[in-house]
Nanobody, 123 residues
Framework: QVQLVESGGGLVQAGGSLRLSCAAS????????MGWFRKAPGKERLFVAA????????SYADSVKDRFTISRDNARNTVDLQMNSLKPEDTAVYYC????????????????WGQGTQVTVSS
């Protein structure tokens, strides 16, 4: 069992930055690929970014590539999402996800989810 808790959300103006953090508890955090997803009101939950168990490889949605950076610190059981050049369309609840046993986290196949943290970007 892995528990995930997101933090760092808030209100920011367009062009600003936020750093989200996901703290994990449980066994074998380093064996999980980690990801960030977001859900805007009335829309589906969408992939944002993911990182492999050892941090060697990352993947990003086209909409956030070159603006967002995912990272992890296995010693502290955390995964972060640095969000720069924020746009109003980035407004959503952001969720941390974990997937064990190979493969990338997805909206359908992730094993664990956090409760979400709200990010609101004003224009």
């Amino acid at each position: 069992q892995v528990q995930l808790v997101e933090s760092g959300g808030g209100l920011v103006q367009a062009g600003g930055s936020l750093r989200l953090s996901c703290a994990a508890s449980g066994r074998s955090f380093s064996r999980y690929a980690m990801g960030w997803f977001r859900k805007a009101p009335g829309k589906e939950r969408l992939f944002v970014a993911a990182i492999t168990w050892n941090g060697a490889s990352s993947s990003y949605a086209d909409s956030v590539k070159d603006r967002f950076t995912i990272s992890r610190d296995n010693a502290r059981n955390t995964v972060d999402l640095q969000m720069n050049s924020l746009k109003p369309e980035d407004t959503a609840v952001y969720y941390c996800a974990a997937r064990y046993g190979g493969g990338w986290p997805t909206s359908y196949d992730s094993d664990y989810w956090g409760q979400g943290t709200q990010v609101t970007v004003s224009s």
